[in-house]
């Protein structure tokens, strides 16, 4: 309301629309020159400042020279306004030619447009609001063409063919492109787009707002629908990890955002089927505001899940069906496999293997070499299994997930075997922990190795950084933050936790951090502190240092029962592999289809040495409800030798899984699955406020103006005023605006107060 | 006459060693020097040889050892036996041990910081309620026990009257060759009966009702073994006297492979 008065006065004063003075170009049209208009301007300057200044000491003896100042500012200004008018000010603003432009209007016929307010749906409204005599206007200055918008713009021959509010989705960015690419040889002086705003493709990208500053096209929105519901609560979107590893631990960052119940309580869940994992109270902040809230929950047995993220629905709400959304989650069961090398026979061997027991979704390998020639191997399928000592192809060492490098010194590994451990994190993608100990890190010369920039800290060049004495745990900021170290799903709960564990056996300098490096947890022994767990990502892996191998003290001496040192362990080893890929990875960029069945499938494809493998046959096989069944060729993207891709559409709403398989001849090289879930009542139950901020941005950004539906009677005056399409130049004077009258009508006024109050009238 | 006699025994016990002679052909050893004044002694380790300090059965008199310095039957061969053993720990495998012994008890929390203990003439002994807990969530957290030293039936009722104590209902299996505690360092498959220093002299390999062999274990819920028990057998003489000529060899070597393994097993599982 306030921008329109706004408008209205601006008109008032100024005659013309702003539109005008921000396209046109200001000119003066006598036919003096320029420059004796700036020599008088000066002179009259100078002329009434000498004036006054002479004048001073003969007027009353009490003017002082700020007042004197004040004066001269204000006769200055009325004598050079006057003088700036006998030069005839005007501004040229280029203007559509009747008749000989294309005015584009686009009404939304989406879903969302079929929303009834004030006892008539959106659409409705829009086409009244043409029927208004703002189409018939503008069908008497040009020509206007007439598109349903909604996933793509269709040209229609009159209003009758639109108002089935039926289309699932919208996409004002496609819909803008087509128009464009579809009128690249007509004249078209401007857009006018009837919507809600509500655009399923999440925005209008930067190349189609390109495309419409190149060609001058500015685009006028007039926005339907109620711009906040009150009151309701909204969830705008839960963000958890695609993929998971079976009973591993979750979290999601759950944001929405409510009108009318500020500061009231209410429930926050996660839901598989009519199971909950996880609820905890939460608090609603202001109105409007997006609010963002942790849920931890464990991810349960393996399978392909659709998880519910809800608030429980309050008093009076208007819809309770954008209370929940819903998420899909691959919780996978296959057996991750960790080589554990270890050095020397130590208690903290025997812990890790103790925690790692109860978690089915890990095994651990380990070889530990007990006297100088003999290797203890435990937790080997194969009799044949590392028998040889430590892996040297990469075939052999990248069938497992992670590494985990007790007390080995460096001189342990051969060269080729280093460099294996290097690829075996960079191209691989595997993840590999160093402990400490008395042959780790400095102590078993890292430093000098070809592997020290695998670490992610730099390591002390003293020696005797292993030490035998008690140090205690302390987590910090980055480590309350990690699931790795969340003993407790309350932070505070955590927090507490972490500081009644007993003190560690032993500790050991790591060093320094490396930028980009995240310390988790830190050691206080005597009066120093040490980083204790620190991680990094690293090529397609990650590392990381636990620069101890005392941890064992947290299970032999917490009370019986205690899950501490297990919950640690776990967290860490799944953390280690969790995101170790296969030889077959398969995305999909939104694993949620909103109103839009369309699906981008990705591969990325490797041998068995986890090299790109090009020459690889690809198919995706769809299931879906209904007893939809399909597969899919993917076909290699060029430039990019392992990848492969693959479009597809999900016709029906409910939840897909997509299986991609890989073969070479008669080699399986790998399989992986995705699922997806069309989900087709967003347009109806979300976000059903007008989008009034993106409706305004595109105005904006286009050289547009955004209009509501009452203030449509003055479109047909300003949209001539483009430079679109074929224009003309014309001369608007400026000589007689209002707001000259008054400039100079007050600046006499208040010169001549000013007079009087001072004494010197 | 016969008190004077009775205090040189003890003094004699004073001198240190293990008096475990009796009989005909006893012998008094060499003065074994146990010197602890290097600093390797005092150096903190991965790995402690731990021997369990308990209280005695009131109803048992003597115990090898005497009282006074040592006192108790949980020091029978304490602490050659414990040294020897260790000097085999340190030249066969890459455990990093304290070259000294460590005595614990049931008293404090401070047995959680030996993963790995050691008890002998287990017959004779007896716990508080308190002290039977603690080794109850010792061995239940991740604590290994290998008792040694008791002989016949009736050593095995009143071993079992102390472990019922820690363990109501756990049942006591045998031990299998191809059980992997015989297997982690040395491939130990045919076992055989393994005499104290008694059979020096007497020449034979069983004491009291022993006649045979009894290696058994208790588990954990998940198959571990938690406690090993060495029945029927003296592994901790085998260890003291594996440097007297008069000992037979392959007791010694078969004991030290025992031991060997059941640290090892400790230490892996």
């Not at chain 1, 050079?80 to 280029?94: F, H």
């Not at chain 1, 086409?127 to 040209?155: G, I, M, P």
């Not at chain 1, 988790?520 to 990502?537: D, W």
Request: charged fraction near 25%; glycine fraction near 8%; charge should be negative.
């Amino acid at each position: 309301m306030g921008l329109a008065v706004v408008r209205t006065m601006f008109e008032f004063f100024f005659r013309y629309p702003a539109r005008v003075f921000s396209q046109g170009d200001f000119v003066l049209l006598s036919g003096w020159p320029k420059w004796i208009l700036c020599i008088l301007l000066l002179g009259a300057a100078v002329a009434l400042g000498w004036r006054i200044y002479s004048r001073i000491g003969r007027t009353a003896h009490n003017l002082k020279y700020w007042q004197a100042a004040v004066i001269w500012l204000l006769e200055s200004m009325v004598v050079c306004l006057v003088l700036v008018l006998l030069w005839q000010p005007a501004i040229v603003v280029a203007e559509l030619k009747p008749q000989q432009n294309v005015i584009a209007v686009l009404i939304d016929d989406s879903r969302s447009m079929g929303i009834s307010e004030g006892g008539a749906t959106r659409v409705e409204q829009a086409k009244q609001a043409l029927q208004n005599n703002v189409l018939a206007e503008l069908q008497a200055k040009f020509q206007t063409r007439l598109y349903r918008l909604d996933r793509s713009v269709t040209r229609v021959n009159n209003l009758q063919e639109i108002g089935d509010a039926a289309a699932p989705a919208t996409h004002i960015g496609d819909g803008l492109n087509q128009l464009l690419a579809e009128t690249s040889d007509l004249p078209v002086g401007g857009v006018v787009l009837l919507s809600d705003g509500s655009d399923n493709s999440r925005g209008i990208d930067r190349d189609t707002i390109a495309a419409l500053r190149n060609r001058h096209i500015p685009v006028d929105t007039v926005g339907f629908g109620e711009e906040t519901v009150s009151p309701d609560v909204e969830m705008d979107d839960a963000v958890v990890a695609p993929r998971a590893v079976a009973d591993s631990r979750l979290s999601a960052e759950i944001r929405f955002h409510q009108h009318g119940y500020d500061g009231r309580k209410a429930t926050l869940s996660v839901r598989d089927g009519d199971k909950v994992l996880s609820s905890r109270e939460i608090t609603f902040a202001g109105a409007g505001k997006i609010q963002s809230e942790e849920l931890l929950f464990n991810a349960g047995a393996a399978g392909a899940k659709s998880l519910q993220f809800s608030t429980d629905p309050q008093p009076d709400e208007k819809n309770r069906l954008n209370n929940s959304v819903t998420r899909p989650v691959d919780v996978e069961s296959a057996q991750r496999r960790i080589l554990y090398v270890e050095g020397e026979p130590r208690w903290e061997y025997k812990f890790i293997r103790r925690a790692e027991d109860d978690d089915k979704t890990v095994q651990i390998v380990s070889m530990l070499r007990t006297t100088e020639n003999k290797i203890y191997r435990q937790g080997i399928d194969d009799p044949k299994e590392l028998a040889d000592g430590f892996p040297v192809r990469p075939e052999d060492l990248f069938t497992y997930s992670g590494i985990i490098i007790g007390s080995v010194e460096a001189g342990y590994f051969t060269p080729v075997q280093q460099d294996l451990l290097r690829e075996f994190v960079d191209r691989r993608g595997g993840g590999v922990l160093f402990l400490g100990g008395h042959s780790s890190l400095g102590d078993g010369v890292w430093t000098g190795s070809s592997l020290v920039d695998l670490l992610p800290v730099v390591l002390p060049t003293h020696k005797n950084t292993f030490h035998r004495a008690p140090a205690y745990a302390e987590l910090t900021a980055a480590g309350a933050d990690s699931l790795i170290c969340r003993l407790a799903d309350d932070p505070d709960a955590n927090a507490l936790r972490w500081k009644k564990l007993p003190y560690l056996m032993d500790y050991q300098e790591a060093g320094t951090p490396k930028p980009g490096a995240a310390v988790l947890a830190q050691m206080r022994a005597g009066s120093s502190k040490y980083p204790m767990l620190i991680t990094q990502n690293y090529g397609r892996g990650r590392t990381a240092v636990l620069a101890t191998s005392g941890t064992w003290r947290w299970q032999m001496s917490m009370p019986l029962g205690d899950t501490s040192h297990q919950m640690f362990w776990q967290q860490l080893l799944r953390w280690l592999v969790a995101d170790t890929p296969g030889r077959v990875v398969a995305t999909i960029p939104n694993r949620t289809l909103l109103d839009d069945g369309h699906v981008h499938f990705s591969a990325d494809v490797r041998d068995d040495e986890y090299q790109p493998a090009p020459d690889a046959k690809v198919e995706a096989h769809v299931i879906g409800p209904g007893g939809i069944s399909s597969t899919v060729e993917m076909v290699p993207v060029p430039d990019t030798p392992g990848s492969f891709q693959a479009d597809w559409t999900a016709d029906k709403a409910g939840s897909y899984v997509a299986e991609v398989t890989a073969g070479r001849g008669s080699e399986e090289l790998g399989r992986d699955v995705v699922t997806f879930l069309r989900s087709d009542d967003v347009a109806e139950n979300f976000h059903t406020e007008q989008n009034r901020d993106l409706l305004e941005r595109l105005a904006q950004q286009t050289g547009g103006r955004y209009w509501r539906p009452g203030d449509l009677g003055k479109l047909a005056e300003e949209i001539p005023y483009s430079q679109a399409g074929i224009t003309m130049r014309e001369t608007k004077e400026l000589w007689d605006l209002p707001i000259l009258f008054l400039l100079i009508l007050l600046a006499r006024s208040m010169e001549w107060l000013l007079r009087r109050r001072w004494g010197i009238v | 006459m016969v008190l004077v006699l009775g205090l040189a025994a003890g003094v004699v016990a004073f001198q240190g060693g293990s008096l475990g002679t009796q009989g005909p052909g006893s012998f008094f050893p060499p003065s074994y020097s146990y010197d602890d004044s290097q600093s390797a002694s005092k150096e903190p380790s991965e790995f402690y040889w731990s021997r369990l300090r308990y209280t005695s059965r009131v109803d048992m008199y003597g115990g090898y050892g005497g009282y006074g310095g040592y006192g108790g039957s949980w020091s029978r061969d304490y602490p050659k036996a414990d040294r020897q053993f260790l000097m085999a720990l340190k030249r066969l495998t890459r455990i990093e041990a304290r070259p000294t012994e460590q005595v614990v008890d049931l008293d404090s929390d401070d047995i959680f910081n030996y993963p790995w203990v050691y008890a002998v003439q287990v017959a004779n002994w007896t716990f508080t309620d308190a002290e039977a807990k603690r080794l109850h969530d010792y061995l239940m957290k991740g604590g290994f026990l290998m008792v040694d030293d008791f002989h016949g039936t009736a050593d095995w009722d009143r071993f079992m009257a102390g472990m019922r104590m820690v363990f109501p209902d756990r049942p006591v299996e045998d031990l299998a060759d191809e059980d992997e505690i015989f297997h982690g360092l040395y491939d130990i498959g045919a076992r055989f009966q393994i005499p104290g220093e008694q059979y020096v002299w007497s020449g034979r390999t069983y004491e009291k009702d022993g006649y045979v062999p009894k290696w058994r274990a208790i588990r954990d819920d998940k198959g571990r073994v938690m406690v090993a028990i060495c029945h029927n057998m003296h592994l901790g003489d085998a260890w003291e006297w594996a440097d007297d000529p008069r000992y037979p060899e392959p007791f010694a070597s078969m004991a030290f492979r025992v031991g060997l393994d059941y640290i090892m097993y400790g230490m892996t599982h």
